[in-house]
């Protein structure tokens, strides 16, 4: 989906959309209120079940899933269900130290660099902010 550069001043992160799965409520509504703070627009799932419900594709900007707290296959089988069904999805897996956050697929997690580019810029501060 492609969105214009934000205007000056307007933080860049404001509007995006960002389908949160994490089973831990503490932690779900810990980050879904700090990506609130800097314009994100949150929908969070504490199940694949409920963000299958909630997903759809093409409207969401990032899907941020804490791949820590769900059972492997069940977080590939979902990962691929949703690359299948669109394959230009953006996903970021919260993983833990010392990474913390990829944009791979955990079993292939690699430090990346996020140095580059507009989406680089976005994943930085989704790290910042989750």
Do not use: C
């Not at 979902?78 to 130290?97: D, R």
């Amino acid at each position: 989906m492609y969105r214009p550069p934000p205007l000056r001043g307007q933080p860049i992160l404001d509007g995006r959309k960002v389908l949160l799965i994490d089973a831990n409520q503490p932690t779900r509504d810990v980050r879904i209120r700090v990506l609130q703070s800097h314009g994100v627009e949150v929908r969070a799932a504490d199940s694949f079940s409920g963000a299958r419900f909630l997903w759809r594709p093409n409207v969401y900007d990032l899907i941020l899933l804490d791949v820590r707290r769900h059972l492997p296959g069940e977080a590939l089988e979902f990962y691929e269900q949703i690359k299948t069904g669109s394959p230009k999805e953006h996903f970021a897996f919260l993983v833990g130290p010392p990474v913390y956050l990829s944009r791979t697929w955990p079993g292939e997690v690699i430090e990346v660099d996020v140095s580059l580019g507009q989406w680089g810029a976005t994943v930085r501060r989704f790290l910042a902010a989750a």
